[in-house]
């Protein structure tokens, strides 16, 4: 997990709570935390707060971003055989890391394993559930259409990384880039259909995404459907993403909350 001055402290402190207590007493879970540049006092006081849960904290000097802070935390890794993400805003459910734990041990074959999401806004309200493909092939297939997996959900078992070593160090849409990466060195990728991850959708989370960041995303999709399919129709995808990504918020979030998304 990664956290910067611009988290909320009482969302990241119900994310540390959710990972504290989870419901999986044979299994360890450590947590470790990279503190992206100077976070105020309110972060600092949960950090505080659960400090004696906190199996490594890193702190950077200055915000290096999201995909850097990761990568610091990758390397700082230990003997850990499965690796979870998670965000300093979201909740997981009690059952999560045992649950993906199990399918991993029941699925060997399998190297990246997400689940379903429900999207809540920022007073815990259930705005939507979603499900994304289970199936390598079925992931595969629809990769240029949509992202394949909800980040803070996934569980990376430890081989995996040590196959794509990092995220890219992209300032937006690291996921997907890393995404593409394990695509183009066949790891295998699967989805659990139940929910794992409560993800938080703030009430600006529209108004954030202008039109630097819209040209920054068509970029790393581009490049990816580029670098593992050539030249082929899948790059009208991109191009459809950016036309609703520079669209009014007001429409972006229609379509958001549609069934097209």
């Given at each position: 997990?990664?956290?910067?001055r ?5 969302l990241?402190?119900r994310?540390l ?11 360890e879970?450590?947590?470790y ?14 950090i505080?707060a659960?400090?004696?849960s ?18 610091r ?29 199990q ?9 990246i ?34 992202s394949?997996?909800?980040?803070p959900?996934?569980c990376?078992?430890?081989s ?6 990092n ?13 593409f990466?394990?695509?183009?060195l066949?790891?295998?990728?699967s989805?659990?259909?139940?929910v ?15 039109r630097?960041?819209?040209?920054k ?8 459907i ?12 991109p ?7 520079l ?15």
């Open positions: 997990m990664s956290v910067y611009g988290d909320d402290p009482a990241f402190d994310a709570c959710s990972m504290e207590e989870q419901d999986c007493s044979d299994t879970v450590r947590i935390l990279c503190v992206d540049g100077p976070v105020g006092d309110g972060i600092d006081s949960v505080d659960h400090a004696a906190l199996f490594k904290v890193l702190r950077n000097p200055t915000n290096i971003g999201l995909a850097a802070s990761l990568n935390l990758i390397d700082a890794l230990e003997d850990e055989i499965f690796v979870f993400r998670m965000d300093s805003d979201d909740f997981s459910r009690p059952d999560r890391v045992a649950r993906q734990i399918v991993m041990h029941d699925r060997p074959d399998i190297d394993l997400g689940g379903a999401i429900t999207e809540v806004n920022e007073q815990g309200k259930t705005l939507k559930t979603i499900h994304y493909p289970k199936e390598d092939a079925e992931i595969r297939k629809c990769f240029a259409k949509r394949p997996l909800a980040h959900t996934v990376f078992r430890r995996a990384i040590e196959q794509f070593k995220y890219p160090d992209y300032s937006v849409a690291q996921d997907v880039a890393l995404w990466k394990c695509l183009k066949g790891l295998r990728i989805n659990m259909d139940e794992l991850v409560e993800m938080t959708v703030s009430d600006t989370f529209f108004q954030r995404r202008g630097a960041r819209a040209y995303e068509f970029q790393v999709w581009r490049r990816g580029w670098e593992t399919h050539g030249l082929n129709w899948r790059l009208i995808y191009i459809l993403r950016l036309g609703v990504r669209a009014p918020s007001s429409l972006t979030r229609f379509l958001y909350k549609s069934r097209l998304r």
